[in-house]
């Protein structure tokens, strides 16, 4: 039994309900895999649908040859440096903004889940400073781990890239 969304579901789901959704005019599918191009909030955007927001780092999209402008997940659960749209909720969120679940970093940092780490590791991996504030006032081994993860994002991963759509 499969206990987790996969890419293509949350893109056919996406597909579905992108009306819904609001800031969209249109939306082009790429004919193979989940990116796409979309006129969002009057401007054209080239976008990715994930499962999860964390799956941006977990790809390594932000080492991509051609940035992407947009993220549609299932689930927001990290920051990441584009705009989101998460389509459990509906919500949108800005670059840089904190997942609904929290209002800071130290509220991801309290909480010790999952999401809390991948917050505070999206905010380092973003150059937010406020992140690098927190995991220096933390325990060394505390802080070595945070900051180890965050390296580990910035290595290429053996082995074909998630491919994004090409603009013409």
Request: hydrophobic share 35%.
């Amino acid at each position: 039994m499969k206990k987790s969304l996969d890419r293509k579901t949350v893109s056919i789901d996406f597909a579905l309900q992108w009306q819904r959704l609001g800031s969209f005019s249109s939306v082009q599918f790429a004919p193979r895999g989940t990116g796409f191009v979309a006129t969002y909030a009057g401007q054209t955007a080239r976008g990715l649908v994930l499962a999860r927001s964390s799956d941006f780092w977990q790809y390594r999209l932000h080492l991509a040859r051609s940035p992407l402008d947009l993220i549609v997940c299932y689930r927001h659960d990290t920051i990441l440096p584009v705009t989101v749209v998460e389509i459990e909720t509906g919500n949108h969120y800005r670059p840089h903004e904190y997942p609904s679940q929290f209002t800071s970093y130290e509220d991801a940092y309290q909480a010790r889940t999952r999401a809390g780490r991948l917050t505070i590791v999206g905010g380092l991996l973003c150059g937010v400073q406020r992140a690098y504030d927190l995991v220096a006032d933390l325990p060394e081994s505390t802080r070595r781990k945070y900051e180890n993860s965050a390296h580990d994002f910035q290595k290429r991963r053996r082995g074909r890239q998630l491919a994004s759509t090409q603009t013409s």
